[in-house]
């Protein structure tokens, strides 16, 4: 298994429009509910903004401003803001270009929606070094299911350890649906990879669940849904010489969204790909060649 830290990006191109809202202008009288687009560093994320008052020349991001309220990334920047409940979606497909501001060998996507392929290449001064193709769905398990059921996605996260690559690389992601209706991805991650030992067998995977479920005096049940986070428990066996260099890297994403790709390189499970933190991890110095350590991981909402 493998833990990843992802590095700033830059947004060469997409095909996916950023927001519907005109930029924000000093020079514009703004009343309560008006709606701007503002990315002042023109950063690979922008942010929407709505008039809490009447004003003239304050911008949306002033630390103490009552003036606005921050509505989230703009549709195009959604994937790229660390965050898992937030989406960029669009009619067809996603094709996006980006450059990572690093050396990485790491590039994930999360909680993609309604894909039929994913295609995944690494290229540096037009030459192609890397791809790599994904189908999203899988085959029925049964006659009446391939006929009559719905199609059902083999996979809607997807990790990929390719190789070590420059800095000046672009990645180019391709998520392709079917014409009119939309697709949708929660997050696209580059990063470094760390590799901390081998997951052993009976791993366990679940979710945690924010909805509430109230049932009154007569037995009427009231389900408010509401969003969940991922969760995985496993057991990883590593090097005892390593054991130090383990806890010391652990220690660093104490408070950091990282992701863990809980996977063995013959396995290849969406659960056990998660973006987000542990809970705990206890580590076990069990031989003077091998050692065990429990993690426990959730991911964003």
């Not at 927001?19 to 309560?32: C, F, I, L």
């Not at 690389?169 to 949708?184: D, F, H, K, L, R």
């Amino acid at each position: 298994m493998r833990v990843t830290a992802p590095l700033p990006l830059s947004l060469v191109s997409s095909n996916v429009s950023a927001s519907a809202y005109d930029p924000w202008s000093g020079t514009t009288a703004y009343t309560r509910g008006d709606k701007v687009f503002y990315n002042p560093l023109s950063d690979i994320v922008g942010h929407e903004y709505e008039a809490l008052t009447d004003h003239t020349n304050s911008p949306p991001v002033v630390d103490g401003t009552t003036d606005w309220i921050d509505l989230g990334p703009d549709n195009r920047s959604a994937m790229f803001d660390s965050k898992i409940g937030t989406v960029t979606s669009a009619n067809g497909n996603i094709l996006v270009s980006i450059t990572p501001q690093g050396y990485f060998d790491s590039i994930a996507l999360i909680r993609v929606l309604n894909a039929i392929t994913i295609t995944i290449t690494v290229t540096r001064s037009g030459q192609t070094l890397y791809t790599d193709y994904f189908n999203a769905y899988q085959d029925a398990a049964e006659w009446g299911g391939y006929f009559f059921g719905e199609r059902i996605m083999l996979r809607n996260a997807v990790s990929i350890i390719p190789q070590m690559f420059y800095k000046d690389c672009t990645v180019i992601v391709n998520i392709q649906g079917t014409a009119g209706q939309e697709v949708s991805c929660a997050l696209l991650m580059i990063g470094r990879s760390y590799y901390l030992g081998v997951t052993s067998n009976e791993p366990k995977v679940g979710i945690q669940d924010y909805s509430t479920k109230e049932v009154d005096t007569f037995g009427n049940a009231f389900l408010l849904e509401r969003a969940y986070a991922d969760r995985a428990s496993v057991n990883i066996q590593l090097n005892t010489a390593q054991l130090d260099a383990v806890r010391r890297k652990l220690a660093t994403y104490r408070a950091s969204p990282v992701l863990y790709d809980l996977n063995n390189d013959d396995t290849h499970y969406e659960s056990l790909i998660i973006f987000g933190y542990y809970d705990e991890f206890d580590i076990t110095l069990a031989f003077p060649t091998v050692s065990y350590c429990t993690l426990s991981v959730q991911s964003l909402i």
